[in-house]
């Protein structure tokens, strides 16, 4: 099977065809403006659709008595709990979704194989254990605090949103190993930022055993992070080393 690094028949670039783009650039330097729009008129549209648009959902209301009780209570003391439930929603969410990536991971190393310097199936394996277990940490402090684990918070949906783009990098049938390798890299740097944003809030609010299982996750996360870094660093060495050699 070809790599993604082998020549192909790659025409994306204008200078695949020396007399079309030639062409076109004369074409396009002769051509008279429509209109003398800029980039301003698009900004403009964001403006007013933004400033119309409402926002990404709301918090749901406590879905138990003792919820409903801490709500009041914290708002008491003038801390929103709201924010701490979005955060922990959020990071429930990511771990879910960092399952699944690792699932896709998986089945890619099944399905190719791995390479020198590259992770074993029972590394990848571990991970997954990790943010399946990181999962479950996150829905028990959920719960803990009378909160319903199932609902998708606002910063929950951000993240899912934002996690999209790499799921279609994980779980295109094309990708290879090390390019997935590459999407885990990005879940994993916000992955150790999250997770070190809600330590720093969980101590701040007075949730001090929550933050120390928090801070065993984090651990995981830093190993996971370090390991990936060196999986994707480590195939694209060996990659130009062995096209090098091709070529010497
Ligand atoms: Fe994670
Ligand atoms: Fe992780």
Do not use: C
Not at 1 to 10: R, S, V
Not at 61 to 77: D, F, M, Q, R, Y
């Amino acid at each position: 099977m070809k790599e993604p690094t082998d020549i192909g028949m790659n025409r994306t670039g204008i200078g695949t065809s020396p007399i079309d783009s030639k062409e076109l650039i004369e074409a396009a330097e002769a051509t008279v403006p429509s209109s003398e729009g800029d980039e301003s008129g698009i900004a403009s549209l964001r403006i007013s659709y933004t400033s119309e648009s409402g926002i990404v959902g709301t918090m749901p209301p406590p879905s138990s008595v003792k919820g409903a009780v801490k709500s009041v209570l914290e708002g008491l003391t003038a801390k929103n709990p709201a924010v701490f439930l979005d955060k922990l929603a959020e990071r429930l969410q990511f771990e879910r979704t960092g399952t699944r990536m690792y699932e896709s991971v998986l089945a890619k190393f099944d399905a190719l194989g791995g390479y020198d310097g590259g992770p074993t199936r029972e590394a990848l394996l571990e991970f997954h254990d990790e943010e399946l277990r990181h999962f479950h940490v996150l829905r028990s402090a959920l719960e803990s605090m009378g909160a319903d684990p199932t609902a998708l918070t606002p910063s929950a949906d951000i993240a899912a949103v934002e996690a999209s783009g790499l799921l279609q990098v994980l779980n295109d049938p094309r990708t290879t190993l090390p390019q997935t390798l590459h999407a885990i890299l990005v879940a994993e740097l916000a992955d150790s930022e999250g997770w070190d944003m809600l330590i720093e809030l969980a101590t701040n609010l007075g949730h001090e055993a929550m933050a120390d299982d928090f801070r065993d996750a984090m651990r995981a996360e830093e190993k996971h992070l370090a390991h990936v870094r060196q999986w994707v660093a480590n195939h694209a060495m060996q990659d130009a080393e062995g096209r090098m050699e091709q070529a010497a």
